[in-house]
């Protein structure tokens, strides 16, 4: 594997990017449809525990946490570090850990721009056509759902989403020489920001 300071990553985030783009797009045109926001929520979709599976939103989270003012940074870095050790008493029941993401700070997140795909797109039902496996369908957060009673008027297709993510992400590795499988949460990116 190349050393990470030898693999130019900016053209892959610059094309990520575009396609963070198309996601907002998608998800404001369907929030719209649904005159939904996450106005007034009081869950946060902050606290669930995500994993993240692709090197090239790694990527991106610290191509944002970089960008942080030295103080934040620091914070978070803390926040990562107790979130990780909280994590690791609760690996295989992910869904009862409820502890907000390091880099959410007064329920603001501190990435927006860079923040990953499933931050982005959570909240509204989707679905995937997947090569092999046929669709697959999401259904919205707890919110959405009790609000607007399961309604699946206005799919978001994530295929074009998924596919140019996973066409970006193929490239990169192909570069990197990387063949580790990736799958960490943002709290585990940042405490781990230095290893990879
Ligand atoms: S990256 Fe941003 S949007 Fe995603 S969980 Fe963390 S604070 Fe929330």
């Given at each position: 594997m190349e050393a990470l300071q030898d693999?130019?990553?900016?053209?892959?985030?610059?094309?990520?990017?575009?396609?963070?783009?198309?996601?907002?797009?998608?998800?404001n045109e369907a929030a719209r449809f649904y005159d939904f926001s996450c106005q007034g929520c009081e869950e946060n979709c902050c606290t669930t525990v995500f994993y993240h599976h692709?090197?090239?939103?790694?990527f991106a989270v610290i191509d944002g946490f970089d960008s942080l003012p030295d103080e934040l940074k620091e914070e978070a870095l803390r926040r990562a570090k107790?979130?990780?050790?909280?994590?690791?008493?609760?690996?295989?029941?992910?869904?009862?850990?409820?502890?907000?993401?390091p880099l959410n700070?007064?329920?603001?997140?501190?990435?927006?721009?860079?923040?990953?795909?499933?931050?982005?797109?959570h909240g509204l039902p989707?679905?995937?056509?997947?090569?092999?496996?046929?669709?697959?369908?999401?259904?919205?957060?707890n919110r959405f759902e009790r609000l607007k009673n399961s309604?699946?008027?206005?799919?978001?297709d994530r295929t074009k989403f998924y596919t140019k993510i996973?066409?970006?992400?193929?490239?990169?590795?192909?570069?990197?020489n990387y063949v580790i499988?990736?799958?960490?949460?943002?709290?585990?990116m940042i405490n781990d920001r230095i290893l990879l």
């Open positions: 693999i130019d990553v900016s053209r892959h985030l610059e094309t990520l990017y575009e396609v963070y783009d198309e996601i907002e797009n998608a998800y692709t090197l090239i939103e790694y107790d979130y990780v050790k909280e994590l690791n008493k609760f690996r295989g029941k992910e869904p009862l850990l409820k502890r907000f993401c700070f007064d329920g603001l997140c501190k990435i927006y721009r860079h923040r990953p795909l499933i931050c982005r797109i989707g679905f995937f056509k997947h090569p092999t496996k046929g669709i697959q369908q999401f259904g919205g957060c309604s699946r008027e206005k799919l978001i996973a066409t970006l992400e193929s490239q990169l590795r192909r570069d990197m499988r990736f799958q960490k949460t943002i709290a585990e």
